[in-house]
């Protein structure tokens, strides 16, 4: 696609529910990585994909985060039981290769009351 | 570590009024130093990268520049829709982990 695609866009959830985010990258890209932003504050690393596998994981906050990449595409960030703590923008991001510059999409705002 | 530091964390600046923002970083190697714009709700649109020492680029009223330790982002007469967040982030050659550090940002306002 033209740019990094990243739905739902807007997601209220109630605290314990789990919630799944999808990232769909620029085609092309074999690179993929989240971030996690609070309001007000900075981009937080939790993870990235290089392909299907994640030679990272160091950022992700506990063992209710996981995420999965399939196909060298879509890649799913997956929160169980949520807290109110992790209502944030999750923003995804591709690059074409380790050494290029990432680019953003537009994130999707979780809310957990 | 790898850090990554921006300052001022907020600024404003009158119309025309042309100023600096500075990043400076702390990496092992660096392999890439990166400008990112975010407007509020929106994920950050890149701006600029930066790999070496005395490298310069330029994009409308916008000048990136980088030394060994840090980099500026030269605003040149602003305008209020430049208004925003603006973003470095830094990338660690010797880093097996390919994360990209960022700073939290300085928040531009250009006041009409």
């Known amino acids: 696609g033209a740019g990094v695609s990243q739905s739902p866009s807007n997601k209220v959830t109630e605290k314990g529910k789990d919630v799944e985010l999808r990232c769909d990258p620029i085609?092309?890209?074999?690179?993929l990585y989240w971030y996690r932003q609070r309001l007000g504050q900075g981009l937080e690393f939790l993870i990235y994909?290089?392909?299907?596998?994640?030679?990272?994981k160091s950022g992700l906050p506990s063992d209710r985060f996981s995420a999965e990449r399939t196909g060298e595409s879509v890649s799913t960030l997956t929160i169980q039981r949520t807290q109110q703590e992790d209502s944030a923008v999750y923003l995804c991001?591709?690059?074409?290769?380790?050494?290029?510059?990432?680019?953003f999409g537009e994130g999707s705002w979780l809310t957990v009351v | 570590e790898d850090q990554v530091t921006q300052s001022p964390e907020a600024l404003r600046l009158q119309e025309g009024e042309s100023s600096s923002l500075n990043c400076s970083y702390t990496?092992?190697?660096?392999?890439?130093l990166f400008w990112y714009r975010q407007d509020p709700g929106k994920g950050p649109e890149f701006l600029f990268t930066?790999?070496?020492a005395g490298e310069e680029k330029e994009k409308e009223r916008l000048k990136a520049t980088l030394t060994k330790k840090e980099s500026f982002l030269h605003i040149t007469a602003p305008k209020p829709e430049d208004s925003a967040t603006y973003l470095c982030?830094?990338?660690?050659?010797?880093?097996?982990?390919?994360?990209?550090?960022f700073g939290t940002g300085t928040s531009l306002t250009v006041i009409p």
């Open positions: 930066l790999y070496s």
């Open positions: 085609s092309g890209h074999t690179a």
């Open positions: 994909f290089q392909g299907n596998s994640a030679p990272d």
């Open positions: 991001a591709s690059s074409f290769g380790v050494m290029n510059t990432i680019y």
């Open positions: 982030a830094v990338q660690d050659a010797t880093n097996t982990g390919n994360q990209f550090y």
């Open positions: 990496v092992s190697g660096l392999r890439g």
